[in-house]
């Protein structure tokens, strides 16, 4: 197998894990959108929002992979240096974005988040409005949690009526009515149990743009070494 044949087989092979990682980046989104909507009740409404931007880092990556490939298909330089000026620019903007996170990530923006998260909370548990109650369901039922920060605050809840039961969704097992024998209903409340999700979420988004940035240093390298060799072939064919 020839060198440029050779070279042109690792840039398809790191252009196809590309495309695998962005479509599994919409396919995460895709599927986390629901959940972020309904802790959105909790924790605000711009939780949704990381699923949204998921899918674009999905989308985007999978164009880029597209371009790539069409270049490396088409034995067209043009379109292999436009693929490798684009992942240069995306490599930089995630170079800043986590510039911008290191830099505001400090104690008091932290703390007014965790307190932001704390009173939409426990707001939306006082008063549950029947526009959330779905969500709120939902949640409980999905984190295993009850309350916003225990199951006691349903005893002080304007909204829920019965304050000698908490809703069914709060149950270990749930049943019909089971929400009246409070031994059987689970004790931790969402914020923890969101604030835990969320937590999780950061450090697994910062391993994929650690691995997503290392790749695509590697895919800019063997991009710059597949277009001089595509200008070299095609600067041999009119010689």
């Given amino acids: ?4 044949c050779s070279l042109k087989c690792m840039f398809i092979f790191f252009n196809a894990l590309f495309l695998a990682s962005g479509v599994a980046l919409i396919t995460i989104g895709a599927l986390q ?7 959105g009740t909790f924790a605000g409404s711009g939780l949704s929002k990381i699923a949204i931007v998921l899918i674009a880092v999905g989308v985007t990556i999978a164009l880029i992979s597209l371009l790539g490939h069409a270049g490396a298909f088409f034995d067209n330089s043009s379109m292999v240096a436009c693929f490798i000026c684009i992942l240069i620019v995306i490599i930089i903007l995630q170079i800043l974005t986590g510039a911008a996170f290191y830099i505001f990530r400090s104690r008091t923006a932290l703390l007014q988040m965790n307190s932001a998260i704390n009173t939409k909370a426990r707001l939306v548990i006082y ?10 369901n939902r949640i409980q039922e999905k984190f295993r949690c009850c309350g916003a920060d225990s199951s006691t605050d349903w005893s002080r809840s304007v909204g829920w009526e019965n304050h000698d039961a908490v809703p069914d969704s709060c149950c270990v097992v749930k049943s019909e009515g089971c929400g009246q024998n409070q031994e059987k209903v689970h004790t931790k ?5 969101i604030k835990l999700f969320l ?3 950061l450090v697994w988004v910062g391993a994929v743009c650690i691995a997503l940035g290392l790749t695509e240093v590697f895919g800019v390298l063997l991009g710059v070494c597949l277009c001089l060799q595509i200008k070299q072939k095609n600067y041999e064919n009119l010689g």
Avoid: D, F
């Avoid at 197998?1 to 440029?4: L, T, V």
């Avoid at 409340?189 to 149990?193: I, L, M, N, Q, R």
């Fill in 189 to 193: 409340g969402c914020v923890w149990a």
């Fill in 1 to 4: 197998m020839c060198k440029c």
């Fill in 127 to 136: 008063e549950y409005s029947p526009e959330n109650r779905h969500a709120i």
């Fill in 33 to 39: 959108y629901t959940t972020y909507l309904q802790m």
């Fill in 199 to 201: 937590l999780k979420n």
